[in-house]
């Protein structure tokens, strides 16, 4: 039975709210974990509502997009109360503006899409305005207590403008590519759900392959972006994807290159889709024009026309040339104003037409387009300069920057481009404006810092030149404290606040030193710390109670350190635990899928892994013709890593390497593999998929079903391959049938593999399942200490435990285990230094002979496994 609509707490409610039951056993909302109709979803928006009580309130809601937060956010608004929509993902925002406005109800997300209704007050202690709807952010003022204040006309006057130029119908299913809290992303919502459409309900990026499963099930008929989702869109060979129910992607908050805008308007028409560039702020609810898709090839610079029930004008503006104006909109849609503080949420409307602060002209064609944007102007030494000017200068020499600044200096973000360094980009923007060159702080990026929405953040571009001029505070887990510690342990000095630990390039080595430092002066880490920005990083981590913090250690750098001992040991025969080897292949191919393949760039993925080839096998070469110098334990095949290759079925010796050796071909043929186009987009696509698949290939050569000259079974690339494998189908498992897959085929292969060997094979079995199960262990601060010593320096340990235990075994057993470690924590150390020290001496390099046809940075190669 479907619950009728309780009426209005305040008299005024949004229509689109309360009229989901309309649209019957439509499909709703589309999520990974399955669909619910508009039947479903009103009865569960009518029950919410009524749990929210009978008074009218101020209701803060963290946006998500999940079903439980979409519920309490039309629930909120059919039910008349005022809804204050703040970033979820941003713990220090909404605790800034429930400190600023103190609202009546705060929803309070639980586990799972479970949310929990935190009443304050049984009555609202603000005058709240009866048309008063939604309060939101102003773009890039998230956590400020600057407001935007939107009336239920507004959305639905928003709501039904889109609705109509876009030609939504109730058979489209549209993804939510974009965060609820942004007005964009709230404007696909409501615009969908007014036409009785689908929304394919998801907080995945398209960068993520699991989005694009998704979409396809879903049948996707919608896609939403902002320019950085356009990048993303190039990275992941969307252009070359097969999505036959696509027929519109739009495009808003900010401006798309007149050249990105022409080529996704022609693939489009190639493709049978169409492309909506859009023009909007928070301001007017969303949208204020929109670029019509048969004029976008043509006109790829416009902004369009208005969006119906708007309008246009152009005011004069001193700093404008003729012909050009401030764009002033009026139309249903423009906000009642601004809130600074809680007594503004009384207000009524005191705006009736919004000044833009966008310098705009008017075309022959009709069209509106934009041309600069007059509260940006900076005056350097008496000299007005247009920060969006210069990066339209720089756009047209094929560079992406981002330019902003204050009266005393201009910061420039540019990303990287061969041909071009600081000296030639600055000297570029000095001719150009007569600007004096100190005044010009230039930063060479690989990519350009991004807010949560994806729009440009010129506060994080600020920030860099704050920090070129003020050395960072140390020690207190401050933000400027994580930029040095990350440029010190990774060796970027281009680290900005929307880094992160993966972006940078860090790998399996320096991960366990970073991680023990953030817990150092964090306290216990999220799970995803690696791919989490450090602005966010800082903000999440668990805080610290009366100086302690419970501890843990990451499970993949636990059975690293504790298989290397027992690698050792066991050769030292002062134990008998073997299979550490073999447990830590199984590793190799967990932290290959976590910072190998993290980029979603084919060509950036084969530079990784080629480097991590180069980190593995140098130091192993230089190790082992040192040995072959000392000893008689290897020939030139072991210092050229070709010994399992030439003789796979000759033990002795020679055989020490061979882990190393089976890694190496393993990684080698996995990089010549993915460079592929066909196998990348295949990985992209079906990133569980293929590493089971690939596991599946390894059997064949683990049980001998296919012919192989007589080899080593359990030293041998071929034969060792499947164990590499499961553990990259292990790092790519996301729900539990994906995790029971992969433990259930290690159980059941891993048995026979070492033959009258049981407790080797139990030790192998235990560890993966650990690495499958458990993402982190209970641990202490001294014994994290310890593991991220071992783990870090497992290959170095490995390389020269050989030489190195004989020389003690004779006097004690236990000393001869201690002094290996030590050595190869040593060896491990002395490599590290010598890297910095080359990366240092080619970083001076640069900046003395300013080389621009060298790259500003070289990421550090990421070894799969040390």
């Known amino acids: 039975m479907t619950l009728l609509p309780a009426p209005p707490v305040g008299g005024h409610a949004l229509p689109l709210a309360r009229d989901l039951a309309r649209h019957g056993d439509r499909t709703a909302l589309l999520t990974a974990d399955g669909e619910l109709s508009y039947r479903e979803l009103a009865?569960?928006?009518?029950?919410?509502?009524?749990?929210?009580?009978?008074?009218?309130?101020?209701?803060?809601?963290?946006?998500?997009?999940?079903?439980?937060?979409?519920?309490?956010?039309?629930?909120?608004?059919?039910?008349?109360?005022?809804?204050?929509?703040?970033?979820?993902?941003?713990?220090?925002?909404?605790a800034s503006l429930i400190t600023a406005y103190d609202p009546d109800i705060v929803i309070q997300p639980r586990d799972g899409d479970e949310w929990r209704i935190e009443e304050r007050r049984p009555a609202s202690?603000?005058?709240?305005?009866?048309?008063?709807?939604?309060?939101?952010?102003?773009?890039?003022?998230?956590?400020?207590?600057?407001?935007?204040?939107?009336?239920?006309?507004?959305?639905?006057?928003?709501?039904q403008s889109i609705a109509t130029y876009l030609g939504i119908r109730d058979t489209d299913r549209a993804a939510t590519t974009l965060p609820m809290h942004y007005c964009y992303g709230l404007s696909v919502i409501h615009s969908h759900l007014l036409r009785g459409a689908g929304l394919v309900l998801t907080g995945l990026s398209v960068a993520d392959a699991c989005f694009w499963d998704l979409f396809r099930t879903a049948g996707g008929t919608a896609l939403a972006g902002v320019p950085y989702?356009?990048?993303?869109?190039?990275?992941?060979?969307?252009?070359?994807?097969?999505?036959?129910?696509?027929?519109?992607?739009?495009?808003?908050?900010?401006?798309?290159?007149?050249?990105?805008?022409?080529?996704?308007?022609?693939?489009?028409?190639?493709?049978?889709?169409?492309?909506?560039?859009?023009?909007g702020q928070t301001e007017a609810t969303a949208r204020m024009a929109?670029?019509?898709?048969?004029?976008?090839?043509?006109?790829?610079?416009?902004?369009?026309?208005?969006?119906?029930?708007?309008?246009?004008?152009?005011?004069?503006?001193?700093?404008?040339?003729?012909?050009?104006?401030?764009?002033?909109?009026?139309?249903?849609?423009?906000?009642?104003?601004?809130?600074?503080?809680?007594?503004?949420?009384?207000?009524?409307?005191?705006?009736?037409?919004?000044?833009?602060?966008?310098?705009?002209?008017?075309?022959?064609?009709?069209?509106?387009?934009?041309?600069?944007?007059?509260?940006?102007?900076?005056?350097?030494?008496?000299?007005?300069?247009?920060?969006?000017?210069?990066?339209?200068?720089?756009?047209?020499?094929?560079?992406?920057?981002?330019?902003?600044?204050?009266?005393?200096?201009?910061?420039?973000?540019?990303?990287?481009?061969?041909?071009w360094d600081e000296r030639r980009i600055r000297r570029r923007v000095v001719d150009e404006y007569g600007l004096p060159a100190h005044a010009l702080h230039v930063h060479l990026l690989p990519e350009l810092p991004r807010?949560?929405?994806?729009?440009?953040?010129?506060?994080?571009?600020?920030?860099?030149?704050?920090?070129?001029?003020?050395?960072?505070?140390?020690?207190?887990?401050?933000?400027?404290?994580?930029?040095?510690l990350y440029a010190r342990i990774l060796d970027r000095p281009d680290v900005t606040p929307d880094s992160s630990f993966v972006s940078l390039g860090g790998d399996s080595l320096s991960y366990v030193e970073m991680s023990l430092h953030l817990e150092q002066r964090l306290g216990r880490l999220p799970s995803n710390w690696h791919t989490t920005p450090i602005r966010e990083l800082e903000q999440r981590a668990a805080p610290r109670r009366g100086g302690r913090w419970r501890r843990s250690v990451e499970t993949s750098v636990a059975l690293r350190a504790v298989a290397i001992v027992c690698v050792v040991g066991s050769h030292i025969r002062l134990f008998d635990i073997r299979g550490g080897a073999h447990l830590l292949l199984a590793v190799a191919g967990f932290n290959f899928a976590r910072f190998l393949l993290a980029s979603a760039e084919r060509r950036e993925r084969t530079r990784r892994t080629a480097r991590s080839i180069a980190r593995i096998a140098f130091p192993t070469m230089a190790w082992t013709a040192f040995a072959l110098l000392i000893s008689d334990d290897y020939d030139l095949s072991n210092v050229f890593l070709l010994h399992n290759a030439l003789w796979p079925e000759v033990m002795g010796t020679g055989i020490h390497l061979w882990f190393?050796?089976?890694?190496?071909?393993?990684?080698?043929?996995?990089?010549?593999?993915?460079?592929?186009?066909?196998?990348h987009r295949l990985e992209r696509h079906f990133?569980?998929?293929?590493?089971?698949?690939?596991?599946?290939?390894?059997?064949?050569?683990?049980?001998?079903?296919?012919?192989?000259?007589?080899?080593?079974?359990?030293?041998?690339?071929?034969?060792?391959?499947?164990?590499?494998?499961?553990?990259?189908?292990?790092?790519?498992?996301?729900?539990?049938?994906?995790?029971?897959?992969?433990?259930?085929?290690?159980?059941?292969?891993?048995?026979?593999?070492?033959?009258?060997?049981?407790?080797?094979?139990?030790?192998?079995?235990?560890?993966?399942?650990?690495?499958?199960?458990?993402?982190?262990?209970?641990?202490?601060?001294?014994?994290?200490?310890?593991?991220?010593?071992?783990?870090?320096?497992?290959?170095?340990?490995?390389?020269?435990?050989?030489?190195?235990?004989?020389?003690?075994?004779?006097?004690?057993?236990?000393?001869?285990?201690?002094?290996?470690?030590?050595?190869?924590?040593?060896?491990?150390?002395?490599?590290?230094?010598?890297?910095?020290?080359?990366?240092?001496?080619?970083?001076?390099?640069?900046?003395?002979?300013?080389?621009?046809?060298?790259?500003?940075?070289?990421?550090?190669?990421?070894?799969?496994?040390?």
């Not at 048309?131 to 006309?153: H, M, N, Q």
């Not at 969006?307 to 246009?312: A, H």
């Open 43 to 94: 009865t569960r928006v009518e029950e919410t509502a009524r749990r929210l009580g009978p008074e009218r309130r101020l209701v803060l809601l963290p946006g998500a997009n999940t079903t439980g937060a979409l519920v309490v956010h039309l629930a909120a608004l059919s039910a008349g109360h005022t809804v204050l929509l703040v970033p979820g993902d941003h713990p220090e925002a909404i």
């Open 125 to 159: 202690a603000h005058a709240l305005h009866p048309d008063l709807a939604l309060l939101l952010s102003t773009s890039g003022s998230t956590g400020s207590p600057k407001l935007v204040r939107l009336s239920y006309e507004n959305l639905q006057a928003n709501a």
């Open 229 to 279: 989702t356009f990048d993303l869109l190039d990275r992941v060979g969307f252009a070359d994807m097969e999505l036959p129910r696509l027929r519109y992607v739009t495009q808003a908050g900010g401006r798309l290159a007149p050249e990105r805008v022409a080529h996704y308007a022609e693939l489009g028409q190639r493709r049978g889709w169409d492309l909506f560039v859009m023009y």
């Open 290 to 419: 929109y670029l019509p898709p048969a004029l976008a090839a043509e006109h790829p610079a416009a902004i369009g026309v208005p969006v119906p029930g708007g309008s246009f004008r152009l005011e004069p503006a001193e700093e404008a040339s003729d012909g050009v104006g401030e764009l002033v909109y009026t139309g249903p849609n423009v906000m009642l104003g601004y809130a600074h503080t809680p007594d503004d949420l009384a207000l009524g409307r005191t705006v009736d037409a919004l000044h833009t602060g966008d310098l705009a002209r008017r075309t022959e064609a009709g069209l509106y387009e934009i041309v600069g944007r007059r509260s940006h102007f900076l005056k350097i030494l008496g000299l007005r300069v247009d920060p969006q000017r210069i990066e339209a200068l720089l756009e047209r020499h094929g560079l992406n920057a981002l330019c902003t600044g204050d009266d005393e200096r201009i910061a420039l973000a540019v990303v990287h481009r061969p041909g």
């Open 451 to 484: 807010l949560a929405t994806g729009k440009p953040d010129y506060r994080a571009v600020r920030a860099l030149s704050d920090r070129a001029e003020q050395p960072p505070a140390g020690g207190d887990g401050t933000p400027d404290d994580l930029w040095a």
């Open 660 to 679: 190393v050796e089976a890694l190496v071909y393993i990684l080698l043929t996995l990089t010549a593999l993915l460079a592929i186009p066909a196998v």
């Open 687 to 866: 990133p569980y998929g293929l590493p089971v698949a690939v596991a599946g290939l390894g059997l064949l050569t683990r049980y001998e079903l296919v012919g192989l000259p007589a080899r080593a079974q359990i030293t041998d690339a071929v034969t060792v391959f499947w164990l590499f494998a499961l553990g990259w189908a292990a790092a790519r498992s996301r729900t539990v049938p994906h995790r029971l897959l992969v433990t259930a085929t290690a159980l059941a292969t891993v048995p026979g593999f070492f033959p009258g060997e049981p407790r080797r094979e139990l030790f192998v079995m235990a560890g993966f399942c650990l690495l499958v199960w458990f993402p982190t262990l209970p641990s202490a601060r001294r014994i994290n200490q310890v593991a991220g010593l071992l783990a870090g320096s497992s290959l170095a340990i490995y390389l020269t435990h050989w030489q190195v235990f004989p020389l003690f075994d004779g006097v004690s057993e236990p000393l001869a285990l201690v002094v290996s470690l030590v050595f190869g924590i040593g060896y491990a150390a002395g490599v590290n230094w010598l890297l910095h020290r080359v990366s240092a001496l080619r970083t001076s390099r640069r900046r003395v002979t300013g080389n621009a046809g060298e790259p500003c940075h070289m990421p550090r190669p990421s070894p799969a496994v040390q």
